[in-house]
């Protein structure tokens, strides 16, 4: 299915059980790859982390994702590097090249990683995403 994504998006399945019963759901969480590494990054210093916990949501501890691509399965970002909303018709890989790059080198340059904002191309941009519940979206 030929689509206009994003690179760094993807879908993953949050399983949530619910207090008092014995149901649990599973609940489509989408993620930003890039936004995650950038939160990774700022959590390493303490000015840096104080911005990290304003742009993250709560992973669920007794959920389990279906793929954790960012290798951290403690980070899910509320907002994409350009600090606007995550979603499938939004992250188009001319967003992220427009807008999320230069905002994730930004940021990361106001917080001293010049070398890191600097690696940053906006390859990843590129359509290949790695679409993992597609059916339940």
Same mark, same amino acid.
């Given at each position: +299915? ?15 059980? !619910?207090?008092? @019963? *014995? ?14 590494? +950038?939160?990774?990054?700022?959590? %390493? ?6 911005? *990290?916990? %304003?742009? $993250?949501? !709560? ?7 279906? %793929?954790? $691509? ?14 606007? *909303? ?18 994730? $080198?930004?940021? !990361? ?8 904002? *600097?690696?940053?191309?906006? @390859?990843?941009?590129?359509?290949? @995403? ?8």
């Amino acid at each position: +299915m030929q689509t206009n994504r994003c690179g760094h998006f993807s879908t993953d399945v949050e399983l949530l059980s !619910l207090q008092h @019963s *014995a149901v649990v759901l599973r609940v489509p969480v989408r993620r930003c790859a890039l936004a995650e590494r +950038m939160i990774a990054l700022l959590s %390493k210093t303490e000015d840096g982390r104080e911005v *990290a916990t %304003k742009i $993250q949501i !709560l992973v669920s501890t007794g959920g389990t994702s279906a %793929k954790d $691509q960012s290798g951290d399965s403690g980070i899910r970002a509320a907002f994409g590097p350009d600090l606007e *909303a995550i979603t499938r018709a939004d992250c188009t890989p001319s967003r992220c090249r427009e807008s999320c790059t230069p905002g994730y $080198q930004q940021v !990361l340059v106001n917080f001293g990683y010049v070398a890191e904002a *600097a690696e940053e191309s906006g @390859s990843g941009c590129l359509e290949g @995403s790695s679409e993992t519940v597609d059916a339940i979206i």
